[in-house]
């Protein structure tokens, strides 16, 4: 038998504006999306309650994160006030962030597996690391 891994996810939502600097078509104009991260957790083991780590704890940690960007400009949020504001860097921030906060609060049994950044319906950035 291999080795069990459990994973579990949850999807945060926030609203803002944003440009990206240097695109060369209408995306470097300030326009808005509705940002839909999907944080992906994993642990070898569960806890007490037979949970990776409960969504409430998940959402806490991550709405703090969401709260900062809600109704804002993005690019005058740091660290994206000197990074671009991609799909792909925002995945990064909230991987990094995300699975720092779990290593401090679950002492390393929880880890961030994956990051999922949705623009649009359509438009897709996934970071994860090996
Ligand atoms: N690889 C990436 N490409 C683009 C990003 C990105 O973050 N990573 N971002 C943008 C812009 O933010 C743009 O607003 C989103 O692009 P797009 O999906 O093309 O959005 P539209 O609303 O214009 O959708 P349509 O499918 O064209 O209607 C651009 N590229
Ligand atoms: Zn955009």
């Known amino acids: ?41 994993r642990a070898s083991e569960l806890n007490h309650l037979s949970m990776v780590v409960d969504f409430a704890d998940l959402q806490k940690i991550v709405a703090e994160l969401c709260a900062r960007f ?23 921030f909230f991987y990094q962030e995300a699975d720092r906060a779990l290593l401090e609060t679950e002492k390393g049994r929880v880890r961030v597996s994956k990051v999922e950044v949705w623009e649009n319906e359509g438009s897709l950035a996934v970071y994860r690391e090996e």
């Open 1 to 41: 038998m291999g080795s069990p891994v459990y994973e579990i996810s949850k999807d945060f939502f926030f609203s803002a504006a944003h440009c990206i600097r240097f695109h060369p078509g209408k995306c470097e104009r300030l326009h808005g999306h509705n940002w839909r991260i999907r944080v992906h957790a």
């Open 70 to 92: 809600d109704h804002r400009n993005v690019n005058e949020v740091p660290p994206f006030d000197e990074l671009n504001t991609t799909a792909e860097n925002l995945a990064r």
